[in-house]
Antibody
Framework: EVQLLESGGGLVQTGGSLRLSCAAS????????MRWVRQAPGKGLEWVSA????????DYADSVKGRFTISRDNSKNTLYLQMNSLTVEDTAVYYC????????????????WGQGTTVTVSS | QSALTQPPSASGSPGQSVTISCTGT?????????VFWYQQHPGKAPKLMIY???KRPSGVPDRFSGSKSGSTASLTVSGLQAEDEADYYC??????????FGGGTKLTVL
């Protein structure tokens, strides 16, 4: 069964850091681009970041550029999101998602999603 | 870049058809045939319903269809069923590997 399982969310103060993980199983992790998408409480979806299957190519939304870093360890089938200089606007459920077809960070649609992990930033 | 524009709500009775619009610009929806639709039930992760404007992933009922005209994309749900009640989000490629989402539409089955 294809599955994504996020972890690492929690409560952190403004200016703090947090590292999210996403464990993948049931598919050849290393050939698919992966993404982080977040959803603030009661709000819509927002794309955060993407990384190619090899890990060599990364993209970020302007709202997180310079503060967040996406990475992956293909030997562990795990995706990461290092979040620094957190603000209250970063409070959200963070989902990891798999791209529908192998390739670069070009968006082909996200066909598998994790259950999400909640990040709360307090002032 | 701004989010895509969706109506906050839509509704229909069982068996009817409902269409949800998603308006972008000539830099995103109007420029690329990479428009996606996601369904999200309360407390659940989103599910891909439509990709590349009008293609359905395996397992998605053919009651769901997508289209695009200019800078506006649309999702039509035909033969509404109770389980279709959910939030629906459109998404579009916006160049430079950037991905935009709409604000979401809450679909109510009356």
């Amino acid at each position: 069964e294809v599955q994504l399982l996020e972890s690492g969310g929690g409560l952190v103060q403004t200016g703090g850091s947090l590292r999210l993980s996403c464990a993948a199983s049931g598919f050849t992790f290393s050939i698919y681009a992966m993404r982080w998408v977040r959803q603030a409480p009661g709000k819509g979806l927002e794309w955060v970041s993407a990384i190619s299957g090899s890990g060599f190519s990364t993209d970020y939304a302007d709202s997180v550029k310079g503060r967040f870093t996406i990475s992956r360890d293909n030997s562990k089938n795990t995706l990461y999101l290092q979040m620094n200089s957190l603000t209250v606007e970063d409070t959200a459920v963070y989902y990891c998602a798999k791209d529908r077809q192998p390739g670069t960070t070009f968006p082909y649609g996200m066909d598998v999603w994790g259950q999400g992990t909640t990040v709360t930033v307090s002032s | 870049q701004s989010a895509l524009t969706q109506p906050p709500s839509a509704s229909g009775s069982p068996g009817q058809s409902v269409t949800i619009s998603c308006t972008g610009t000539s830099s995103d929806v109007g420029a690329y045939n990479y428009v996606f639709w996601y369904q999200q039930h309360p407390g659940k992760a989103p599910k891909l319903m439509i990709y590349e404007v009008n293609k359905r992933p395996s397992g998605v009922p053919d009651r769901f269809s997508g289209s695009k005209s200019g800078s506006t994309a649309s999702l039509t749900v035909s033969g509404l069923q109770a389980e279709d009640e959910a939030d629906y989000y459109c998404s579009s490629y916006a160049g430079s590997n950037n991905l935009l989402f709409g604000g979401g539409t809450k679909l109510t089955v009356l």
